[in-house]
Structure formats: C-alpha cells, structure tokens
C-alpha cells in the first residue's frame, strides 16, 4: 500500500451503466489528481483538487463528473462511457504548496476499466 | 515547466548498472528534476529528485550536469524488478505546477 487506496481494482461497465472510482489518501495531503492511461500511452492528467476546489479540468468530456468532498477523498463518476474510455485510471495526492522541498506526488495502484 | 528528452528504450542485464539519461537542455533556475517509475498496470514511483548537486537515496543516484542541461539515473544493480518505464520529469516547485508525464524511457533488466 502507498497511503493512496483506489477502488475497485477492476470494473467491466457497460455504455449505458453508471458507475463510480474512488481514491482515498491518509497522508494528510490537500491536492488531488485524476490520470488516465490509455494502452501505451503517456499519462493524461484529467482533473486537479486542491483544498477540495477544482482548479485544473483538462478538456475531459462531460461522461467524466470528479467530486472531491473532503481532501482524503476524491471520486470519479462515470456514465454514459464509450469503449476508447477504456483505461487505467490513476489518483494521486501531494501536498499543494509547501513550504518544504519535495512536492511530488504519490500514486495508487489504478482501476483498469472497461467499457463493453 | 521544461521539456524533457529520454531515449525510448533500454536493456541491462540483471546485477549491472543501469545508467539512463534526461536530455532537459531548457531547464529554468527554480526547477528540479524528477525521476518516476512505473511497473506494469501499476501507479508510478517516486524514486529521487535534485536540483544541481548528485543525490543517492536506497534506490537510485541522481547525477545532473553542471550546467544543469542533462541528468542520469542511475539503477547501481539492475534487479528484474526494475524493469519498469522510468520517466524524467522537471517542474519548479512550490508552485502549483503539475507533474506531466511523457514517455519515458522503457528498461528491460534481461536475466
């Protein structure tokens, strides 16, 4: 475990389901990212968090609705997706604006999804 | 923050160094760099950052050049663990400023 817990794992969907990815983090950190990974593929930064408001939304369709209620927490809700959306999606939490040096980020393990 | 320019791929055989390079020749004052690992269908690693001096941490040594254009990470006994894609990435910090992650470079540790 790296203190960033993502849920579930795996998730197969259909186009017409609607379903939810959550992270939570208990680092004490205050920013929250999103990252999809598309096979073979760099890592697209989707949404930002930090202290629970939104500040970076990264041209992502609508079908993608994140929600952060508190600063352990983010979710990334999903609903009406199409099989490109297939992918590994990442969470990642730092600690936004410290006065210390090391910023960087920590990751969790993904859900991998798959949109039949 | 700057551009970064990795070879796309490398072997090493297992027990050997694994030395790979960054190309960042448009580094700004305030930016560090940042090596990043990614297994398979895992979340990425932080490994190590630095600045301008050589960092050693329990996993990797940092080594940037003096005038800060290029910097190599340094795996001193490649395991077939550290097979990985290894990204370099540089952003100033404490500025809000996101991590973007390119392509890396792809290691294979070959037994």
């Known amino acids: 475990e790296t203190g960033v817990t993502q849920t579930p794992r795996h998730l197969v969907m259909g186009m017409t389901n609607k379903k939810s990815l959550k992270c939570e983090q208990h680092?004490?950190?205050?920013?929250m990212y999103w990252y999809k990974q598309s096979a073979k593929k760099p890592l697209e930064l989707m949404f930002v968090?930090?202290?629970?408001?939104?500040?970076e939304n990264n041209s992502v369709p609508s079908r993608f609705s994140p929600e952060c209620p508190n600063s352990s927490h983010l979710f990334l809700h999903l609903h009406t997706l199409q099989p490109e959306d297939s992918a590994l999606y990442l969470c990642?939490?730092?600690?936004?604006?410290?006065?210390?040096?090391?910023?960087?980020?920590?990751f969790g393990s993904g859900t991998r999804l798959t949109v039949v | 923050d700057a551009k970064t320019t990795q070879p796309p791929s490398m072997d090493c055989a297992e027990g050997r160094a694994a030395n790979l390079p960054c190309n960042h020749s448009?580094?700004?004052?305030?930016?560090?760099v940042y090596w990043y690992r990614q297994i398979h269908s895992q979340g990425p690693q932080y490994i190590i950052h630095?600045?301008?001096n050589n960092e050693t941490n329990e996993m990797a040594s940092l080594i940037i050049t003096e005038d800060r254009k290029s910097s190599t990470l340094i795996l001193p006994h490649a395991t077939l663990r550290d097979t990985a894609v290894y990204y370099c990435?540089?952003?100033?910090?404490?500025?809000?400023?996101?991590?973007?992650f390119g392509t890396g470079t792809s290691l294979t540790v070959i037994p």
């Open positions: 968090y930090s202290l629970e408001e939104r500040v």
């Open positions: 448009t580094i700004s004052g305030n930016e560090y």
């Open positions: 990435i540089v952003r100033a910090v404490n500025t809000g400023n996101q991590f973007y």
């Open positions: 630095g600045l301008k």
């Open positions: 680092l004490g950190h205050n920013a």
């Open positions: 990642a939490s730092s600690q936004a604006f410290t006065t210390g040096e090391y910023d960087g980020y920590t």
